[in-house]
């Protein structure tokens, strides 16, 4: 046997020779590419036990995975808030295009339930007349009425409320549609709810939570109560 065969190393599969030749003539490969050497499973051989260097790769390893995970948490959140700001965007202004009273509120349902996916939008409001009130599809807000007793905290803070409701509110808000109501959001319109209130009712107990942001029904309610003011002078009866 020759001396060149007894040095020769063992046979590798083609593909991991190709790769080891690759790297013992490119010395400089890792120093060009050293995010690879954090994928990389390098043994650091100490005996049975694992080496304090090992242990600190590892470490690393988990950490960068877990920033990773951030990062793409954060990038999604970001694609969200683009097409809820573009969705809001167009709502706004099918809202402010509205040449009456109806067209405003229907402009209103039709786009919560089409584009941000409600299951059911009510409102009450108040300073509606009978007709006024039949004609939109919309309830009366009455602030003295007894069933506002359960709304206390939401009147108090006069702030977007999100979650799981009480059955009692729930049948206050959506009537005989309470049933199958599991989350809602509800949005005061006017300072402590002068205009009235805003409730977008789903069938999905993790559609509205408390944990959820409401700057977008902050914008919603405000935005609501402006135009509402308008148009109810413009559609307010006649009289001698």
């Known amino acids: 046997m ?7 190393s063992p046979a590798l599969p083609l593909e991991e020779k190709t790769v080891a030749d690759y790297l013992r003539d490119n010395p400089e490969f890792f120093h060009n590419n050293a995010s690879l050497l954090a994928s990389l499973q390098i043994p650091h051989a100490v005996g049975p ?29 970001a694609r969200d808030n683009n097409r809820l700001n573009e969705r809001m965007h167009q709502l706004t202004l099918g809202l402010v295009k509205a040449h009456s009273l109806e067209t405003l509120l229907d402009t209103l349902t039709e786009n919560l339930l089409g584009e941000f ?18 004609e939109c599809g919309v309830e009366v807000y009455d602030p003295n009425a007894a069933e506002l007793r359960h709304f206390e905290a939401f009147l108090k803070t006069s702030r977007p409320q999100c979650g799981r409701f009480k059955q009692e509110q729930l049948q206050y808000l959506f009537g005989d549609q309470a049933q199958a109501i599991e989350s809602a959001a509800l ?14 009712g789903s069938r999905e107990a993790s559609r509205f939570h408390p944990g959820m942001g409401t700057l977008f029904l902050t914008h919603l309610g405000e935005l609501m109560d402006l135009l509402l003011t308008e148009h109810l002078k413009t559609d307010a009866p006649v009289t001698d």
Do not use: F, W, Y
């Open 187 to 200: 949005i005061p319109l006017g300072h402590h709810c002068q205009q009235g209130v805003l409730a977008i």
């Open 49 to 77: 036990a694992v080496s304090l260097v090992e242990h600190q790769v590892k470490v690393l390893r988990d950490q960068n995975s877990q920033l990773k995970r951030k990062l793409m948490d954060l990038v999604h959140v």
């Open 117 to 134: 996916n409600a299951d059911t939008v009510v409102m009450r409001l108040a300073g509606m007349t009978e007709t006024q009130t039949r």
């Open 2 to 8: 020759t001396t060149s065969q007894q040095t020769q």
